[in-house]
Each structure stands twice: as structure tokens, then as C-alpha cells.
């Protein structure tokens, strides 16, 4: 499997961190939601894994790999996701567009946080800010985008919180009730895993429809309006 196919897999990564895949988990969405560099990282379709190698059967099929502790993620996660975004949100509220004033970088893509800003202003601080946590790339760069537009902290935090709590139990949740329901789950845990990612993507693929429909409604709009005042320039 190439490198970007194990980034996307979360058994891969659930193998990689092996004994220590508990406490992984944890650090991985805190860096997807705090750390700007963490965007790339498999939150959704992890959090399903690592609810879903929480039981005992899947577990067995990964070498070396406990079954990850149920009650720890379940508490800790969405403290973790709390924290991230947190911290987020401070250096965006800090450093404002000079935090991702690097033309030409290919890690801080002016279009990221273009994308976040757009759904922060079309769905309002507070609902952004939960949505954004079930939208990829976007709830990396929401929480900074959200700082530097000046969103209160204590109101971000509420949101906050409300956000991580339904985004981690929920899909922790879902991945034990599976993991528990489904034999041999472990196979289709890197299937899965593209339709938790493909899932996740319709809003962004959504967005850049309309945007190219917008544009292009636009450009036909002005070139109306030239031909109108050519029209009426021409008139005796």
C-alpha cells in the first residue's frame, strides 16, 4: 500500500501504534483539530476504527493490538478534540491572517481557509463551528478561521464543546455497536474507511459545484450587461 493509502487507513495506523493505540487515538485528533499540519489525518474513519477494534474479537485480527480502552476514549477524546480546537481558535484569535499569509505553501492552502471562512459565514459562528467537525480539512481550519474573525471565546468554547462531544461519542459509538454486530468486521474496516471519507467530502465536492456554477452564472451576468451597453453605446 502506498503512503497516502496507509494515512487513510486507520487499521494501519491502529497497527502502527499497536500497544499504544488508546493513547494514539487521543494525540492523532488532537493534532487533526488543533495542530494546522494535522489536516491530512484520519479523524472520522479513525474514531470509527478505534470504536470498533474496542471489542475484543476485532482486536484479535491486528498482531500485537489490545483492545483499545472504551470508557478512556469515550472520555478523553472529546477532551482531546476540546483542546485542539481550543487551541486553534487562540492562534487565530492571536495571529490573525498572518498565520496563513504563506503564498505559494503547500501545507497552509489559502483555499482551506477560504472554505472554512465560507462556511463560517454562511451557517453562523455557532452552527460552523458544529458542523465543521464532520467536514474534513475544514474542521482543521475552522477553529484558527473562527479566531481570527473574532468569534468570543467563551461562546466558541460552548460550541465547542457541544461539537467534539456529538463528533467522538457518536462515532465511537457507532464503531463499537458494529464491531460488536458484524463478524470479521476487520475486513471491511479500509472499505469503510473510503466510504466514511467519501461521506464526508459530499459537503466540500457540494460547495465547489456551486462555487463553479456561481462563477460561471457571473461571467455570463457581466457579459449580459457588455453587451447591453454595447447595444445602447451603438444607438444613434
Known amino acids: ?73 469515550l472520555v478523553f477524546t472529546p477532551l482531546c478534540a476540546i483542546a485542539g480546537a481550543q487551541l486553534g481558535h487562540h492562534l487565530g484569535a492571536k495571529y490573525g491572517r498572518r498565520l496563513f499569509d504563506r503564498p505559494g505553501s503547500r501545507v497552509f492552502r489559502q483555499e482551506y481557509v477560504d472554505k472554512a471562512e465560507h462556511y463560517f459565514e454562511k451557517f453562523g459562528p455557532a452552527r460552523a463551528v458544529v458542523l465543521a467537525r464532520f467536514i474534513p480539512i475544514v474542521r482543521t481550519f475552522l477553529n484558527p478561521v473562527a479566531g481570527m474573525l473574532g468569534m468570543d471565546s467563551k461562546r466558541f468554547f460552548l460550541w465547542n464543546c457541544v461539537g467534539a462531544v456529538v463528533w467522538t461519542d457518536g462515532l465511537l459509538i457507532f464503531g463499537r455497536f458494529v464491531g460488536m454486530a458484524v463478524p470479521d468486521i476487520d475486513r471491511y474496516i479500509l472499505p469503510g474507511a473510503a466510504v466514511v471519507i467519501a461521506l464526508s467530502l459530499i459537503p466540500i465536492v457540494r460547495e465547489i459545484v456551486k462555487a463553479r456554477r456561481d462563477r ?19 444607438q444613434p
Do not use: Y
Open 1 to 73: 500500500m502506498d503512503t497516502l493509502g496507509n494515512l487513510l487507513d486507520p487499521k494501519w495506523w491502529l497497527s502502527l501504534l499497536g500497544p499504544f493505540a488508546t493513547v494514539g487515538v487521543l494525540g492523532i485528533v488532537f493534532a487533526e483539530t488543533g495542530l494546522l499540519i494535522g489536516f491530512f489525518l484520519p479523524g472520522d474513519s479513525l474514531l470509527v476504527a478505534a470504536g470498533v477494534f474496542s471489542t475484543a474479537q476485532a482486536a484479535k485480527a491486528i498482531p500485537g493490538l489490545s483492545p483499545l480502552s472504551f470508557p478512556v476514549l
Open 216 to 234: 460561471r452564472r457571473a461571467r455570463r451576468e457581466r457579459g449580459d450587461q457588455r453587451r447591453a451597453r454595447s447595444r445602447t453605446n451603438a
